[in-house]
């Protein structure tokens, strides 16, 4: 017949010096450390990439909807000159 020991869990995280978080792991009589990577160069590069990626797609967009904007600004100006040198 087995017999059943509650078992106490504790957890507690440190920092190591390169960014790293060192996270110990307490389950009764056994330490179990658990170590989380940093980002990777590979990981970083990939984010860049996208990032870039979605600038050049939105840098055109937001460029024309400012030429479209000084367009319709400027008819705008030319509608009032025009209404006020008819009268």
Same mark, same amino acid.
């Given at each position: 017949? /087995?017999? +059943?020991?509650?078992?106490?869990?504790?957890?507690? !995280? =440190?920092? !190591?010096? =390169?960014?790293?978080?060192? /996270?110990?792991?307490?389950?009764? #009589? #056994?330490? @179990?450390?658990?170590?989380?990577?940093?980002?990777?160069?590979?990981?970083?590069?990939?984010?860049?990439?996208?990032?870039?990626?979605?600038?050049?797609?939105?840098?055109? +967009?937001?460029?024309?909807?400012? #030429?479209?904007?000084?367009? #319709?600004?400027?008819?705008? +100006?030319?509608? !009032?000159? @025009?209404?006020?040198?008819?009268?």
């Amino acid at each position: 017949m /087995k017999k +059943n020991i509650g078992i106490s869990l504790a957890s507690s !995280t =440190f920092r !190591t010096g =390169f960014g790293h978080k060192l /996270k110990l792991i307490i389950t009764g #009589r #056994r330490v @179990m450390k658990k170590l989380s990577k940093p980002f990777t160069l590979i990981e970083l590069m990939i984010v860049v990439a996208i990032i870039a990626i979605i600038a050049v797609i939105a840098v055109p +967009n937001l460029m024309d909807a400012q #030429r479209n904007a000084k367009e #319709r600004s400027s008819i705008g +100006n030319l509608k !009032t000159v @025009m209404g006020d040198q008819a009268t």
